[in-house]
C-alpha cells in the first residue's frame, strides 16, 4: 500500500475509517481503564487468567497508539494533495483538530489510569482483595459516556458544513459558468446589429452608385441628342 498512489477521496476515505475505528475503541479503552482491578493475591496457575486487565489495557493502549500513528500518516498525506478551495482546507483542517481530540483522549486516559492504579496500590493494603470503588467508576463512565455524544455531535455538525461549503463552491462554480455562458451570448447578439448596419450601408452605396451612373447614362444621352439635332 505504500506503494500506490490514492487519491485525495480515498485518503478522506481512510481517514473517516479510521477515526472511527479509534473512537470505538477509545471508549472501550477508557471503560477499561476506569474498571481495572489489577490481581495481586492470585499465584496460582490455576486462577490466574492468560490476560489481566493490565495486560489487556497495555494491548489495546498500543493498538489505539499504531492507530494513531497511521492516521497521522493520512493527514499528512492528504495536506501534501493540491488544495482545490475553502471547503477542502476546512476538511483538512477538521481532520487534524479530529487528530489532536483523539489523541487528547487517549493520553488523558492513559493518565487517569495510571494515576488511578497507583492510588489503588497505595491502598492496597488496607482493602479487600475484590475491592472496587464502584460509585467512582460509575460517575467516569457517565462522564466519558456524555463527553462522547457530544464528541459525535460535534463531529456531524462539522461533517453537515463541510458538505454545506462543498455545496456552495459548486453552486458558485455553477454560477460563474452560467455568466461565461451569458457574456458569450451577448456578444454573438451584439455582433448581429453590426453586421446588419454593414450590409445597410453596402445596400445604400449600390444604391448610391446606382443613381449615379443613372445620371451619367441620362446626361450623356441629353448631350448626344442636343449634339445631334443641333
Do not use: W
Not at 96 to 111: G, H, P, Q, Y
Not at 223 to 228: K, N, R, V
Amino acid at each position: 500500500m505504500a506503494g500506490t498512489i490514492l487519491s485525495y477521496e480515498d485518503l478522506r476515505k481512510q481517514a473517516r475509517h479510521l477515526e472511527n475505528d479509534i473512537d470505538l475503541k477509545l471508549v472501550a479503552f477508557s471503560k477499561l481503564g476506569a474498571g481495572i482491578n489489577t490481581p495481586h493475591a492470585h499465584n496460582s496457575s490455576d486462577t490466574v487468567p492468560l490476560l489481566s486487565g493490565e495486560d489487556t489495557f497495555e494491548a489495546m493502549g498500543l493498538e489505539i497508539e499504531q492507530l494513531l500513528g497511521k492516521l497521522t500518516q493520512v493527514n499528512e498525506r492528504m495536506s501534501e494533495q493540491p488544495v482545490s478551495g475553502a471547503a477542502m482546507l476546512h476538511t483538512l483542517r477538521r481532520h487534524k483538530d479530529i487528530l489532536a481530540d483523539l489523541s487528547r483522549d487517549f493520553r488523558k486516559t492513559n493518565s487517569q489510569h495510571v494515576a488511578r492504579r497507583e492510588r489503588e496500590e497505595l491502598l492496597q493494603p488496607n482493602k479487600p482483595e475484590n475491592y472496587r470503588p464502584e460509585g467512582v467508576n460509575r460517575r467516569e463512565q457517565y462522564t466519558i459516556k456524555e463527553n462522547q455524544h457530544l464528541y459525535n455531535s460535534d463531529r456531524l455538525v462539522n461533517d453537515q458544513i463541510s458538505i454545506a461549503m462543498e455545496t456552495r463552491e459548486h453552486l458558485a462554480n455553477q454560477r460563474q459558468t452560467f455568466k461565461r455562458m451569458q457574456t458569450r451570448f451577448n456578444d454573438i447578439s451584439n455582433r448581429f446589429p453590426i453586421m446588419n448596419s454593414l450590409m445597410q450601408r453596402i445596400n445604400i452605396r449600390k444604391r448610391r452608385d446606382s443613381i449615379i451612373i443613372g445620371l451619367v447614362i441620362a446626361v450623356c444621352t441629353f448631350l448626344m441628342l442636343l449634339y445631334i439635332f443641333h
